[in-house]
């Protein structure tokens, strides 16, 4: 990847509010954000157990952005908690167009994104970043690769995707990997092959198709009261059918130019907004800042940025126009 910064620089760029953290909770597999919009953003605990941390009860109150800025650190549970406030940002507004929720089996709900794409992965050649609790059940149907940071049975270790990446049909990259910073060189090692991004911290971002990404498989938040308290009470692969489903969207060149459109019309809509407060605050002899002028400028910066990726996918793909 030309830039391992981009993504993490994309990321910020979304999470653009003036809301406060309401509250953070670290789970035992999950971590949980709620900011002051009721908004709740989820990302994965990190697998590295501590006796403290020491922010602890500090949290409350702070600026959604200002633990967005966590994103970039190497402590683990900073990053963790950078993405679960990041995703109370993102995650909050409209779900791609194109995406469509799946069915789980009640056995092994955390599994749905695979059955789902079963019948695809048939005879190819799958590797699967990050161990999956029952992933076991599909050894006899495909030639499956684990690679995990910390491997146990047959996983074979991080390092190993140096080695057996290249010659994979299809990648599913877990996107706890983007706090771990581990994304960029996975993606990039992934190139050839047909790509999920997958799991409760996945952003939703139709960008993520710039970066080499075929599928996002997120998750949609159905009941936030029993997830949270799901999280709170030490759940993994319960939350899937306790409080959220997965969602799967194709981020074909088409799809992510519909999906561009539809976040460059909020983006203007959301300026337009801020520019009448704006005018309207000014009209009233306020002769202080308008309070809300940091949001305008990066709305501006937004808009800017979706431009330019909305002008790249027209440019790499021709003449066919996505249906609004």
């Known amino acids: 990847m030309t830039n391992p910064r981009a993504l993490y620089e994309l990321l910020l760029d979304h999470c653009s509010t003036t ?4 509250e953070v909770l670290i789970g035992l597999v999950w971590t949980f954000c709620r900011n002051s919009d009721h908004r709740l953003g989820l990302a994965m605990s990190p697998a590295v157990p501590t006796r403290t941390l020491p922010w602890s009860g500090n949290l409350g109150g702070k600026s959604v952005t200002d633990l967005a800025a966590w994103i970039y650190a ?13 995703n109370s940002c993102i995650n909050s507004r409209t779900l791609p167009l194109n995406s469509i929720p799946i069915e789980c089996n009640p056995d092994y709900p955390n599994l ?3 059955d789902y794409f079963l019948p695809h992965l048939l005879g190819k050649k799958v590797v699967v970043i990050g ?8 050894r006899e149907q495909l030639q499956l690769t684990v690679l995990e940071q910390q491997p146990t049975g047959e996983d074979l270790p991080a390092a190993a995707s140096e080695f057996v990446l290249g010659d994979a049909d299809w990648v599913f990259i877990t996107a706890s990997s983007i706090p771990n910073k581990t994304f960029p060189r996975l993606a990039e090692l992934s190139a050839h092959a047909k790509t999920v991004l997958m799991g409760p911290t996945v952003p939703w971002l139709p960008q993520l198709h710039e970066l080499g990404i075929d599928y996002l498989a997120g998750v949609e938040i159905i009941d936030p009261e029993q997830l949270t308290q799901t999280i709170a009470q030490g759940g993994g692969v319960r939350i899937f059918n306790q409080g959220l489903r997965y969602r799967v969207a194709e981020l074909t060149p088409l799809n992510s130019m519909a ?4 976040q460059i019309a909020d983006c203007a809509a959301e300026k337009y907004r801020l520019t009448v407060a704006m005018n309207d ?7 202080q800042r308008f309070p809300e002028f940091n949001l305008l400028e990066q709305s501006n910066i937004r808009l800017s940025h979706l431009d330019s990726s909305y002008k790249q996918l027209w440019d790499q793909h021709g003449q066919a126009s996505p249906t609004p």
């Not at 161990?131 to 599909?138: D, F, Q, S, W």
């Not at 999906?259 to 539809?262: D, E, P, S, Y």
């Not at 000014?282 to 002769?287: D, H, K, Q, T, V």
């Open 112 to 114: 749905a994104v695979f």
């Open 259 to 262: 999906w561009l459109k539809q």
């Open 19 to 22: 809301a406060k953290i309401d």
């Open 74 to 86: 190497w402590e683990p549970y900073q990053a963790s908690i950078a993405m679960a406030a990041i």
């Open 281 to 287: 605050w000014y009209a009233e002899n306020n002769r």
């Open 131 to 138: 161990r999956y609790p029952g992933l076991e059940r599909y």
